[in-house]
């Protein structure tokens, strides 16, 4: 379209969303009331085709969501129309297309069901953990990664001289449960018990440290603290992995998962096309006649 008929196909649609009631619908509306967009030839595009594509916008937005839409489909449709000139329907095995095409769907929605109802809880943790043992030498680091315990704190948070004290306390339950319960009131994050790794890069960008701050970051039984930009950061490494070494199972964990999924997935829909094609041999609705 150019750009004066689209003005005008604008301000119509905006008549025709704004008025509905007025006489002007009547014209462009069947005998139910229902309100045309655009027609070609003897389709027609309906208001409510774009509902979906409308709801929750405001009047001025849902006035350019469907001019666009409908200039889309007008465009479409005549194209359609000039492609059916040159290629009949019958001609180029579209039929023939199309019905594969729609065979395919119809494959692709039920193997997709299938998988829904059948694997769920299909890969479990024990099963990737399992998996990480035995292939440990194909999951191997290209970078040294630290594994960190650590608390974000203000130190405008309340009784903040507390948490110097809980850190460097002994190591007893009663301890741990002191700064942890702190921790849960006061602190912005921190991860205390099981700890989580970390790259480099991840390690001094999460906790605004430098290079030489980073690098000075050893496996220690002790939290260092750091401040930066009014926010104290407390650090333990309990764990570091160089280059070559393997990598944690927390890197790999969603790939080895998804890996595991998709053989299970080929798998269990291999089976259930054998059991489909059996039960029909079995009741005589199948014959295979190059056996």
């Given amino acids: 379209m150019t750009t004066q008929p689209r003005i005008i196909f604008l ?5 025709m969303l704004s008025f509905s009631a007025c006489n002007l619908f009547n014209k462009y509306g069947n005998s139910d009331g229902t309100r045309v967009v655009a027609r070609v030839y003897n389709e027609y595009l309906y208001v409510a085709d774009l509902d979906a594509l409308t709801m929750g916008k405001s009047s001025e937005d849902s006035v350019k969501i469907v001019a666009a839409f409908a200039e889309s489909w007008v465009k479409k449709k005549l194209l359609l129309q000039k492609a059916q000139e040159y290629i009949p329907s019958d001609d ?53 990664v630290y594994k960190v315990n650590y608390i974000v704190i203000s130190p405008q948070a ?8 809980l850190i460097n306390k002994g190591k007893t339950d009663e301890d741990f449960e ?8 006061f602190a912005q994050s921190y991860n205390l018990e099981e700890g989580i790794w970390k790259t480099a890069e991840s390690l001094k960008s999460d906790f605004n440290l430098n290079t030489d ?8 039984s002790k939290f260092k603290e750091y401040e930066y930009g009014g926010t104290n950061y407390y650090i333990k490494i309990i764990e570091k992995r160089e280059k070559g070494e393997a990598t944690p199972l927390e890197f790999v964990q969603g790939q080895i998962k998804e890996m595991l999924f998709n053989k299970k ?11 489909i094609l059996q039960d029909g041999i079995a009741k005589k609705e199948v014959e295979i006649f190059t056996k």
């Fill in 11 to 15: 301000v119509f649609l905006l008549l």
């Fill in 92 to 144: 180029a095995g579209i039929n023939k297309k199309v019905e594969d095409y729609r065979e395919s769907l119809i494959l692709y929605e039920y193997e997709k069901e299938l998988i829904r109802k059948k694997m769920e809880r299909a890969v479990k943790d024990d099963d990737i953990a399992e998996f990480y043992e035995k292939n440990q030498n194909n999951f191997v680091l290209e970078n040294e």
């Fill in 158 to 165: 309340e009784e903040f001289d507390k948490i110097k004290i």
């Fill in 178 to 185: 002191a700064l942890e319960g702190y921790c849960k009131a």
């Fill in 213 to 220: 701050k980073s690098d000075a970051l050893t496996v220690s």
């Fill in 265 to 275: 997935k080929v798998t269990l829909i291999e089976n259930i096309y054998n059991k």
